[in-house]
Every structure is written in structure tokens, then in C-alpha cells.
């Protein structure tokens, strides 16, 4: 029943018990090693020993063991150079496997945005986009410059009335076809009279040269 509901190993688990595993080769490859680096140095201790009491035959025979020793620690050292790089390859291909999932996966993204997007008419939206917004800018100029001669109009009128009544206040004249000369209000009381008779009577160039003096033509 349990193995029911045993959880499927991935590309990574597998991988990572394949390492612990060479990792303890290695470690086991590394401790015979040193169990042969042992036995060679008791054998030429007793090669030495052999020789000082002129066994010939004895070291003949503990030499071979020598040689034979010698050639297997050097296998230790080519099998631990192999297993290294046996982990070595195994995590490069894993990489190598997840970098090309990756590439699978962006390729189809970009397969699936490619389809859904037409350069033709992205091409057109933008035009689109740029015409409208360029008779925006068009019109709002054209509101603004329609706006901005009303108010200025309207201003200068205002301002050009506004003169002309000051000017008149003063001279005490009124427009009635062309500028002439006339009797300020109340005209028909003595004072008025009296007050008219001492005020300086202006010319009609000297009106104009005043009014053409504020701008008022």
C-alpha cells in the first residue's frame, strides 16, 4: 500500500543519489589507496631486510609483490580520475537538459505571441495612433489660436472704448459722424457757462494728435 503513494523520483533526485554514490566510491577508492601505500612501505622494508641477510630469492619475490602493489595504487588513482569525472559529466548534462527544457518552453511563448501578433497590423495601429494624435494636436492648436484671438479682440476693443471715453470725459466733446467741439453736460446753468468760458478750447488737430497719442485712431 505504501508504495502506492511513493513519490516518483525526478531527473534531480536521481542525479543527487548517483553523486552520494560516487562520492563514496571515491572515498572507498581513496581508503584502499592508502591501505596499498601501507603494504608498499612494509615491503620495502622487508625488501631491505631481505637483502641485508643475502636472501636473493626472498627479494626477488617481495619485488614482484612491489611492482604488482605499485601498478594497483596507480589504478586507484586512474579510477578516482574517472569517477570524478563521471560526476562531473553526469551534473553537465543535467544543466545541459534544464537549459534546453528552458529553451523549449521560450520557444514555444514566443511561438504563441508570434501567432497572436500581426506585424501588418500593429504596423497599421501605429499609423492609426499617429494620424489621430497629430489632428489632435491640429485641432487643440487651432481652438487655442481661435481662443486667443476672441480674448485678444475682445480686450482690445474694451480697452480702446475705455480711451475713448476717458479722452471724451476730458476734452468734453461726443461723436456724432466726426469729432466736434461741444458743451459739456449741464450746459445751460450760468455756472456751466461760466465754467466752460474758462476752460482752454482745443483745436480738432490737437484732439486727434491726443487720441492718436492713446492709440485711438
Known amino acids: 500500500m505504501a508504495s502506492l503513494f511513493k513519490k516518483k523520483k525526478t531527473v534531480d533526485d536521481v542525479i543527487k543519489e548517483q553523486s552520494r554514490e560516487l562520492r563514496g566510491t571515491q572515498r572507498q577508492i581513496t581508503r584502499d589507496r592508502t591501505a596499498l601505500e601501507r603494504q608498499e612501505k612494509q615491503l620495502e622494508a622487508e625488501i631491505k631486510k631481505m637483502a641485508k641477510s643475502g636472501n636473493r630469492e626472498a627479494c626477488k619475490i617481495l619485488a614482484k609483490q612491489l611492482v604488482q602493489l605499485r601498478k594497483q595504487k596507480n ?119 461760466a465754467a466752460s468760458s474758462k476752460q482752454p478750447t482745443m483745436s480738432d488737430d490737437e484732439i486727434e494728435r491726443q487720441l492718436r497719442a492713446l492709440g485711438v485712431d
Not at 484671438?149 to 461723436?175: H, K, M, P, R, Y
Open 75 to 193: 589504478r586507484t588513482y586512474a579510477v578516482s580520475s574517472k569517477v570524478t569525472s563521471m560526476n562531473t559529466q553526469t551534473k553537465l548534462m543535467n544543466s545541459q537538459m534544464k537549459m534546453a527544457g528552458a529553451m523549449s518552453s521560450t520557444a514555444k511563448t514566443m511561438q504563441a505571441i508570434n501567432k497572436k501578433m500581426d506585424p501588418q497590423k500593429t504596423m497599421q495601429m501605429m499609423q492609426d495612433f499617429q494620424k489621430e494624435n497629430m489632428k489632435m494636436d491640429m485641432t487643440e492648436e487651432m481652438i487655442n489660436d481661435t481662443l486667443d484671438d476672441f480674448l485678444d479682440e475682445s480686450g482690445d476693443e474694451e480697452e480702446s472704448q475705455d480711451i475713448v471715453n476717458q479722452v471724451l470725459d476730458e476734452i468734453g466733446i461726443e461723436i456724432s459722424g466726426k469729432m466736434v467741439r461741444a458743451p459739456a453736460a449741464g450746459k445751460n446753468t450760468p455756472d456751466a457757462a
